[in-house]
């Protein structure tokens, strides 16, 4: 059970809402950004949305009927090829998978063709809102990186029920290539979520620091230059197998350059900032937070580059508190700065600044109560994915504190 509940939550987080939703807000805004009277391919819209309902209430029916995956949200062979993933959980979680990416690839395809074929005349593609240029980069990652995934989900299942050997050593397949075909995906959605967070972020901070951002033409290629290295640093997630040094050496590089865009861009916001009269209200409470958390997230990042250091790091709860702080810190701290940004834009009514205000300082305290210590933990040698620890291990402290901080 215990298992299938964080399968379960890394599924559901990472296939279920973090790309999904930031395609939502981008169906929504970026007709209207662009002057479009509608999306392009309503109808194939349409399509991917009940692709995706379907893909993701199978996922949770089988969660309740006690049958959802148990590998974890990456399903690592052999852990769940036909030998170890007995049943079919894994089969019903590899076939869920392929619906979700499916819909994915599909919305990236209407956000591509709206963007560049139906804008009103006049908006060159020079004068089109930052959050329009970062939903355009996330599509084109999108329709290169969902291909591996549903390619390997499918290779799997084969594995499983037809008696294929992709990934069977002892048939001549590799269980690594799992891994190179879903880290190939895994990593640049990592940006799927944090590039339209970005976007979001230059509405907010534009409009609260009541001038136009610093540095348009930068921030444009910085987002494209994210787009392209997020391909490029897969194999940082496999530092702990068997690969070859220069190779190693070569994603190390890479790990730490795709830090210099979004440096350039969190510098444009700080002068963009600097240079204006601020209104602190809720919407720029959750951008600003992000500095704090993104740059945090971010620096354990570089600090996981290291081959040296990801080896001793590797699978402890260093690497849960640095994903927390560059998912959440990237995107969803972002995200509802939007939803408080827009929420006049959805609905024609604006949303409290008390409760909003108090809202933010709960999720920011919390937040942080939560996988701060995780750090700590991490650096102790807390490993992760394990239902319970001896006692005397002295890590009851940190640990305590990291549930308070995510009952908060």
Same mark, same amino acid.
């Given at each position: 059970?215990?298992?299938?509940?964080?399968?379960?939550?890394?599924?559901?987080?990472?296939?279920?809402?973090?790309?999904?939703?930031?395609?939502?807000?981008?169906?929504?805004?970026?007709?209207?950004?662009?002057?479009?009277?509608?999306?392009?391919?309503?109808?194939?819209?349409?399509?991917?949305?009940?692709?995706?309902?379907?893909?993701?209430?199978?996922?949770?029916?089988?969660?309740?009927?006690?049958?959802?995956?148990?590998?974890?949200?990456?399903?690592?062979?052999?852990?769940?090829?036909?030998?170890?993933?007995?049943?079919?959980?894994?089969?019903?979680?590899?076939?869920?998978?392929?619906?979700?990416?499916?819909?994915?690839?599909?919305?990236?395809?209407?956000?591509?063709?709206?963007?560049?074929?139906?804008? &009103?005349? =006049?908006?060159?593609?020079?004068? *089109?809102?930052?959050?329009?240029?970062?939903? /355009?980069? !996330? @599509? +084109?990652?999108?329709?290169?990186?969902?291909?591996?995934?549903?390619?390997?989900?499918?290779?799997?299942?084969?594995?499983?029920?037809?008696?294929?050997?992709?990934?069977?050593?002892?048939?001549?397949?590799?269980?690594?290539?799992?891994?190179?075909?879903?880290?190939?995906?895994?990593?640049?959605?990592?940006?799927?979520?944090?590039?339209?967070?970005?976007?979001?972020?230059?509405?907010?901070?534009?409009?609260?620091?009541?001038?136009?951002?610093?540095?348009?033409?930068?921030?444009?290629?910085?987002?494209?230059?994210?787009?392209?290295? &997020?391909? =490029?640093?897969?194999?940082?997630? *496999?530092?702990?197998?068997?690969?070859?040094? /220069?190779? !190693? @050496? +070569?994603?190390?590089?890479?790990?730490?350059?795709?830090?210099?865009?979004?440096?350039?861009?969190?510098?444009?916001?700080?002068?963009?900032?600097?240079?204006?009269?601020?209104?602190?209200?809720?919407?720029?409470?959750?951008?600003?937070?992000?500095?704090?958390?993104?740059?945090?997230?971010?620096?354990?990042?570089?600090?996981?580059?290291?081959?040296?250091?990801?080896?001793?790091?590797?699978?402890?709860?260093?690497?849960?508190?640095?994903?927390?702080?560059?998912?959440?810190?990237?995107?969803?701290?972002?995200?509802?700065?939007?939803?408080?940004?827009?929420?006049?834009?959805?609905?024609?009514?604006?949303?409290?600044?008390?409760?909003?205000?108090?809202? +933010?300082?709960?999720?920011?305290?919390?937040?942080?109560?939560?996988?701060?210590?995780?750090?700590?933990?991490?650096?102790?040698?807390?490993?992760?994915?394990?239902?319970?620890?001896?006692?005397?291990?002295?890590?009851?402290?940190?640990?305590?504190?990291?549930?308070?901080?995510?009952?908060?």
């Amino acid at each position: 059970l215990y298992n299938q509940m964080f399968t379960m939550h890394g599924t559901t987080m990472m296939f279920l809402f973090a790309v999904p939703v930031m395609q939502a807000m981008a169906i929504y805004l970026v007709p209207l950004m662009i002057g479009a009277r509608s999306v392009a391919f309503p109808r194939m819209n349409a399509f991917a949305y009940y692709v995706f309902l379907f893909g993701g209430l199978m996922l949770w029916i089988a969660f309740f009927l006690n049958s959802a995956g148990d590998a974890g949200w990456f399903a690592y062979p052999p852990l769940s090829g036909p030998e170890y993933g007995v049943g079919k959980r894994i089969d019903f979680w590899a076939q869920m998978i392929t619906f979700t990416e499916l819909s994915a690839l599909i919305e990236a395809v209407v956000i591509i063709t709206t963007v560049f074929k139906l804008r &009103a005349p =006049g908006m060159t593609l020079a004068r *089109m809102p930052l959050f329009v240029w970062a939903m /355009l980069v !996330t @599509a +084109f990652i999108v329709m290169f990186a969902m291909p591996a995934v549903m390619l390997a989900s499918t290779a799997l299942l084969l594995d499983r029920l037809v008696g294929t050997h992709f990934y069977n050593a002892g048939e001549g397949g590799d269980p690594l290539l799992w891994q190179h075909l879903f880290w190939f995906f895994g990593h640049p959605e990592v940006y799927l979520i944090f590039i339209p967070g970005l976007g979001f972020l230059s509405a907010i901070i534009s409009t609260f620091s009541r001038r136009p951002i610093f540095g348009y033409t930068a921030m444009v290629l910085s987002l494209v230059a994210t787009g392209f290295l &997020a391909f =490029g640093l897969w194999v940082h997630h *496999m530092f702990a197998t068997h690969l070859p040094e /220069l190779g !190693t @050496a +070569f994603f190390t590089a890479a790990s730490i350059l795709i830090a210099v865009p979004s440096a350039v861009q969190i510098f444009c916001w700080l002068a963009t900032l600097r240079g204006g009269r601020l209104v602190l209200r809720t919407p720029l409470l959750y951008a600003l937070s992000f500095f704090f958390i993104l740059v945090l997230g971010g620096m354990t990042g570089l600090m996981l580059a290291s081959v040296s250091l990801d080896s001793q790091l590797h699978d402890t709860y260093f690497v849960v508190a640095h994903l927390h702080y560059v998912l959440i810190g990237g995107a969803v701290f972002p995200l509802f700065g939007a939803l408080y940004y827009w929420y006049p834009k959805f609905t024609g009514r604006v949303m409290g600044e008390g409760l909003g205000k108090l809202s +933010f300082w709960l999720m920011f305290v919390g937040f942080n109560a939560a996988f701060f210590p995780m750090h700590w933990l991490g650096l102790q040698g807390m490993p992760r994915r394990v239902y319970t620890y001896q006692a005397g291990m002295g890590w009851d402290s940190m640990n305590l504190l990291a549930t308070v901080g995510a009952v908060t």
